[in-house]
């Protein structure tokens, strides 16, 4: 098992470009998670999907879209990228069966905005 | 609102020493706690998490931490240090259905020196 996949790992943007940040999960997991992270903040909530078919804002969802692809894929997309948005996104996955269920997380794509 | 408080930006310890990482929390209701280790230019991965039942939880290579409700802490220790645990340690809460939505401190670079 692969786990949880990112693409791309890297990606330089200049302002006002889009892209979409691809994840995958292979653990057969309900839910997934984007998050970014800057440096002495920890990881903050972007949008999160519950399940297929449904997704939701998280802490800091202002700039961001998401789609919930199918069970495996969650991508995340930046319609205008802004310098505020360099940073390194984590997508995660977890099984909600029971209480407080361990999130796994991919790689990380470190981006650039110019 | 739930948060996650780590006071230490970096903890310095020598090799064979007991270390300690440090978390205080503030969440309404029963916590669901976590604690993640990063390596350099990787993604977050679970050391252990505390649920219900019995304050000591025990984790992966050797970690273990203890719930003290009274405080609203859930600090990380490890008996006997090695240099290859220095990593960035961050400790989460969790909230909503089956604590599933992180909050997440802001990290605790922990150095071992041999």
């Known amino acids: 098992n692969a786990g949880v996949t990112q693409t791309p790992k890297f990606q330089v943007l200049k302002t006002g470009q889009s892209m979409t940040l691809q994840c995958a999960q292979d653990m057969n997991h309900n839910s997934m998670y984007w998050y970014r992270q800057d440096p002495g903040m920890g990881l903050r909530l972007i949008y999160y999907s519950a399940s297929e078919g449904t997704t939701d804002k998280g802490e800091v969802p202002n700039g961001y879209n998401v789609s919930r692809l199918n069970k495996r894929e969650f991508s995340l997309r930046l319609e205008s990228a802004a310098p505020s948005q360099t940073s390194v996104y984590f997508c995660a996955s977890s099984d909600r069966r029971s209480q407080g269920e361990t999130q796994y997380f991919g790689p990380g794509t470190r981006l650039l905005v110019l | 609102a739930q948060s996650v408080a780590q006071p230490e930006d970096q903890v310095n310890v020598a090799e064979g020493n007991p270390l300690t990482v440090k978390c205080t929390y503030s969440?309404?209701?029963?916590?669901?706690l976590f604690w993640y280790v990063q390596y350099p230019n990787r993604g977050l991965q679970f050391l252990l998490k505390y649920i219900t039942g019995d304050n000591l939880v025990k984790g992966s290579y050797g970690f273990e931490a203890e719930f003290n409700k009274s405080q609203t802490s859930f600090h990380l220790k490890k008996p006997s240090a090695l240099v290859s645990d220095s990593a960035l340690y961050f400790c989460a809460v969790g909230k909503g259905y089956a604590g599933n939505m992180l909050t997440f401190g802001g990290g605790t670079r922990l150095m071992v020196k041999p």
């Open positions: 969440v309404s209701g029963n916590p669901y």
